[in-house]
């Protein structure tokens, strides 16, 4: 290996890459005196039958997008393991210069691509600075941050939704828990595409479930394939079963990229039944981890017991029966016109169609029905399977927006904001976005021309009515 040059470098070892060998690189570790014992096979053979178990998975979906590096080989060497497996390419210029931002090209310019590796593709990862090796959401080209609340991509979309599909296909149809893998932008066939490798935490369902049975309580394949997502988007939920380590935002999550999230995952669970409880344990817990940061209770039980909430298609006044709901029905035109007020979720170019695609709409009355956990899991008990993408948009996005008034409020500063017009703002019911907006746009000084220059800027947010 002395040709070899190093172009990658962590705890399991190092990547290498031999100018003679263009298209293969090699993962080396280093034998402690345990490992010189007992040899290369307790070190190596696992992660290369999970690799070879995947990448055979991968290969029968003949998906152009998305690839695995096909493993080659391990064999041992004086003093070390060597595991070869097919080099993934850097993509050219060219390719990043369809997606990336004009300003943040050099940073990912190579002088020599044959030697580095790709970079990691973080979803969930933003900065102001771009940093070399790491392709982040704000690092894409068109992507609007809405408010300051959420990001909506205007480009990548199909990329960030073939990383979700593909970290649910691979899991189920291989029945294995992808903990700590890691995702690559990459070039194939002259194309973008994201790659996924290290293998070495890869584990299947009943390894996993005898090695938490007695270390974690009530545990489930559900439970530890949301926290493995959750661990990849960068979350730590605090379980046993994944690493400290979150600095690797690869997924997408629903409080950054709510519309990619949500549409995506309505399109998994339509197939794949079995994926909607892990939907809602990663919703639930990243809305539970937010809501425990914070301390000032009294606005924050003003803002549990705020509006009342849209439901988009529903089948029938049956299902609020069975789910305990009140309601009270709506025409289409009145329904329609309340889209833009209640939903920030659903993408604009879907709002044109709803009218005909939906006959009757239906507005939830009791504050007692707001509770968006107990009332998804009363509509799992019922068997409810949604029709529509737009089901788990409406179903959330009344708890996200409660979710990201709390945290405006947390980045605002509660010393930079008036409490009581606050109060007297969620007292009077008013919009979404008026809140939004006095949390943004506070004046230092009520007047009459400020309070004009407020609502004229609610009305330019794009898909929203002022009160």
């Known amino acids: 290996m002395t040709t070899s040059i190093i172009i990658g470098e962590g705890s399991y070892g190092k990547i290498l890459y031999n100018k003679n060998k263009p298209d293969i690189v090699s993962k080396l570790h280093y034998l402690s005196s345990h490992e010189e014992e007992t040899g290369c096979d307790e070190v190596f053979q696992h992660e290369f039958k999970a690799h070879k178990r995947l990448y055979s998975q991968l290969e029968s979906y003949k998906n152009k997008q998305f690839i695995i590096p096909q493993p080659i080989d391990y064999r041992q060497e004086p003093g070390a393991c060597v595991y070869n497996m097919e080099k ?3 993509p050219r210029l060219k390719l990043f210069k369809s997606i990336i931002r004009p300003d943040r090209l050099d940073c990912f310019a190579k002088t020599n691509i044959e030697v580095h590796p790709p970079p990691y593709l973080l ?4 900065a102001e600075d771009c940093e070399n090796g790491k392709v982040k959401l704000t690092d894409i080209d068109q992507v609007e941050y809405w408010n300051r609340l959420f990001y909506i991509l205007h480009k990548c979309s199909a990329l960030a939704e073939t990383m979700i599909v593909h970290f649910f296909k691979l899991t189920i149809d291989t029945k294995v828990v992808l903990q700590d893998t890691e995702f690559l932008l990459c070039e194939k066939n002259k194309k973008l595409c994201i790659g996924m490798l290290d293998f070495n935490q890869v584990s299947d369902f009943d390894s996993r479930l005898q090695m938490a049975s007695k270390r974690v309580p009530n545990y489930s394949t559900e439970y530890d394939i949301a926290n493995t997502y959750l661990f990849l988007s960068g979350i730590d939920t605090g379980s046993i079963l994944t690493d400290r380590n979150t600095k690797w935002k690869f997924l997408p999550t629903p409080h950054i990229l709510p519309f990619t999230f949500f549409t995506t995952m309505e399109k998994i669970i339509a197939k794949t039944p079995f994926v909607k409880p892990i939907f809602e344990m990663i919703c639930s ?14 606005i924050f039980d003003k803002i549990m017991v705020w509006h009342e909430i849209l439901v988009y298609g529903a089948l029938d006044t049956d299902l609020f029966q069975r789910l305990n709901i009140s309601y009270t029905s709506f025409d289409t035109k009145v329904a329609n016109g309340l889209v833009s007020k209640y939903s920030y979720f659903a993408h604009e170019k879907l709002f044109g169609d709803m009218p005909s695609k939906f006959e009757e ?10 509770n968006y956990l107990e009332r998804m899991k009363q ?6 399977i949604s029709e529509n993408m737009l089901d788990p948009v409406a179903q959330y996005d009344i708890v996200f927006q409660r979710l990201f008034i709390i945290k405006c409020l947390t980045q605002v500063g509660i010393e930079n904001v008036n409490i009581k017009k ?9 919009s979404f976005v008026r809140l939004i907006n ?8 009520k007047t009459q021309k400020n309070k004009k220059i407020s609502v004229s800027n609610t009305k330019r947010n794009k898909g929203d009515s002022s009160d």
């Open 88 to 90: 993934m390419e850097y």
């Open 123 to 126: 979803f969930s990862a933003t």
């Open 285 to 298: 817990t990243i809305y539970k981890n937010e809501i425990d940061q914070i301390e000032w209770h009294g």
């Open 361 to 370: 709409y239906y507005i939830l009355t009791s504050a007692d029905d707001q």
């Open 379 to 384: 509509k799992q008990k019922i068997g409810v």
């Open 422 to 430: 606050f109060e007297k703002l969620l007292q009077k019911n008013v």
């Open 438 to 445: 006095f949390l943004q746009n506070k004046p230092k000084h």
